[in-house]
């Protein structure tokens, strides 16, 4: 079975808008064992709706559209699929009558477009759409010799989501073969992803009946195992199994084998030690306590700090002293260190880290930092007892830099609460 | 003149990557007056590929492909075109030539399989692609009666931005009719889209020849105006006049009339008042020292600031007495106002900003904020003379309502700032 889903709207047909509707689809209908071969994006206009429809039919035996079930003229998906399929809408009465609720509900007259929304395909079943006026519907018909199921749902996110996970999943459940599916998630942070996969493909290869991804991006490599089995315990052993056996060739450079965040994963790993976290940030400027902030209940562990985006700051709140500064510049080992024992001494946590660097474009200003290369920048932690510190050269724009350097203060402090 | 985009890549049919190439070659369409009607989003097959790209030729005149021009079994963009258009495929000597010596510059011993991107559509113009191996083509031809362009780009975004702008881009300005175009953008914040629209539709409406696109979003309106014209100069007069009608009707809720962010526009305001900034995050645990250091030379106005994320903190960084917050919870109007002044005085700053609230998902800690709803914020605002205080009542979840925080501070400042 495989699946083709067109998103309808001219917004997404602009350099600002993307369909974002079909990852959710895809999710769900991956889950429900179909493969999507297609995705189509069209704007509004009833030609090429209704030419892509009949494309979609001809090569998909499920078609799923997205939007163009509203009032507006411009809402046109079931005018083109009643073209394509070659039947008639009818008005239902039923779902009139809700429209007219809806409005009234909220002390308003309906304008007459509004009616549009409650024509229905011929044959049609009605899905009712919890989160909005359009309900969704589905056909289920012959092309040709073939069986096609064609559904048709609500653009926005908010209507969709729960439409799709109440009525139409249970109804293709009812429908398609059943089977079971687990999936594994192992994360790995700050490694090239030519290296994963020259470690990892020989081990994965081995399991042809476990689907491996492999997702690279922002200082981080995803490697997801899906296996479908009759039954879930089938799956799940499969999947854990390849899990195991790559845990075990990538030893500690795997952060997570359940899925979680490397901020999640580094603030469980405080919290189970019993230990609070503060930082001093210059050039990431309140990037890595955003992030760890996030994650809901990071208070338990993390107690805050500073920006301390001046040699003025980097004295006032971690005492560092401003001959230092000038002394080394402040893209230096030497405030790297003063900056983490500082903040850690002044908020009294257990441990404090620190990042200053040069995230550019701009250079450094003049003095020491003034020959330092943009993309220069340490990191250091101190715990009380010892200070490490750790350099690095990093090459990109200004996101760049402060992400990967967010990326490996957390990876730098995880790898020294795993020793 | 109108376009499809066909991107090739199975790991865009998967929940985890979008195709994002084609928000840019939209972007770079329409400055060539050249409108997107349909995209296509295939995975790594023969036949669905050679089926995407007979659909597209039958409904565009444009057909642009991206990725599937690697050196893999799975990269089938050439030979799907070839089979398509019935052309034959010829090995390029001179790109077999750079490929060797690209590997040979490595020290490594080129494998056989990378000799296929030396494959060019028999009657293509090769576009020589200076951030990889494969090169682009592209092919001028006939189609039934119908003159088609079709060009094949390689995936990688660093691959194909340059290519498309240095050597595409200057092809079709050649070959497709010539126009001018100029572009407004208006951005506001906090204010509903619906709100905006019934206030400029009147008279945005009124510029036929003008296009605008109203896009919502992070607590953020922008409304974008397009004219195309024989001159630059008759484009640019239409989009400046509808702006600035629309600036006159929506006055200082416009916070930006070139396109510059709010961070961008506070900062620079700042800087041309001399004034500095700190800030004191509680809820928002960084987020808006992050948003303002993010901009390049953001420390020409923002000298740092502290992340309060517990009572301990707001004592040793902003002087917030203990019982303040023990009397009246530290998300309070009191608290707000005394992270302010505090902070402030602390950093020798202008101005002094604080944000304190419950971003949940879990409600206030036992004592006064245990009764205080998830959502409930303040910012407070300090300059030395007085400070203006403002309650916010957010409703969504962690990621929402930090956000919103954030980008109420900044218009909080800019507003203060503008009188």
Chains 1, 2 share one sequence.
């Not at 199994?241 to 952060?255: C, K, S, V």
């Not at 994963?265 to 955003?290: D, I, P, Y």
Request: glycine residues 8%; hydrophobic residues 40%; charged residues 20%.
């Amino acid at each position: 079975m495989i699946a083709e889903i067109i998103a309808a709207g001219s917004e997404m047909l602009t350099p600002h808008r993307q369909d974002t509707n079909s990852l959710f689809l895809t999710a769900q209908l991956n889950d429900l064992g179909v493969e999507v071969a297609f995705k189509t994006i069209v704007g509004d206009n009833l030609e090429h709706l209704t030419g892509a429809a009949r494309t979609a039919l001809s090569r998909a035996d499920i078609v799923i559209f997205s939007g163009g079930l509203g009032p507006t003229e411009d809402d046109l998906t079931r005018e083109a699929v009643a073209s394509t399929l070659g039947i008639s809408l009818r008005r239902d009465p039923t779902i009139l009558a809700s429209l007219y609720k809806r409005f009234a509900a909220r002390q308003m007259v309906m304008p007459p477009n509004n009616a549009k929304q409650a024509d229905v395909l011929e044959g049609a079943v009605i899905l009712t759409n919890s989160n909005g006026s359009a309900p969704g519907q589905m056909i289920d018909t012959i092309v040709g010799d073939y069986r096609k199921l064609v559904i048709l749902l609500p653009g926005p996110p908010r209507e969709i989501k729960p439409l799709f996970e109440e009525v139409v999943k249970p109804l293709l459940e009812a429908t398609l073969p059943s089977r079971s599916l687990a999936r594994r998630i192992l994360r790995m942070a700050l490694i090239p992803e030519s290296h994963v996969d020259a470690r990892t493909s020989p081990i994965y290869n081995e399991y042809a009946d476990v689907q491996t991804t492999i997702l690279a991006g922002h200082g981080e490599i995803q490697l997801h195992f899906t296996s479908a089995k009759a039954t879930l315990l089938e799956a799940q052993a499969r999947v854990d199994e390849l899990a195991g056996r790559i845990e075990a060739e990538m030893e500690d450079a795997i952060f997570s084998s359940q899925g979680e965040s490397l901020e999640e994963v580094v603030l469980l790993m405080l919290e189970m030690r019993h230990l609070t976290l503060s930082v001093a940030e210059s050039c990431t400027g309140g990037l890595l306590a955003q992030r760890l902030t996030a994650v809901p209940n990071s208070s338990r562990a993390f107690v805050g700090g500073a920006v301390v985006y001046t040699p003025e700051l980097k004295m006032v709140f971690a005492d560092v002293p401003r001959e230092m500064v000038e002394m080394h510049g402040a893209v230096s080992p030497e405030v790297a260190r003063a900056l983490a024992e500082g903040i850690r001494a002044r908020t009294g946590s257990s441990l404090g880290i620190s990042i200053t660097g040069l995230a550019g474009p701009g250079g450094g200003p003049p003095g020491p930092d003034a020959e330092k290369p943009v993309g220069r920048v340490y990191i250091g932690l101190a715990n009380g007892r010892d200070t490490h510190i750790k350099e690095l050269n990093l090459t990109g724009d200004r996101d760049y830099i402060r992400w990967w350097s967010s990326q490996h203060a957390l990876e730098f402090l995880r790898l020294n609460l795993h020793r």
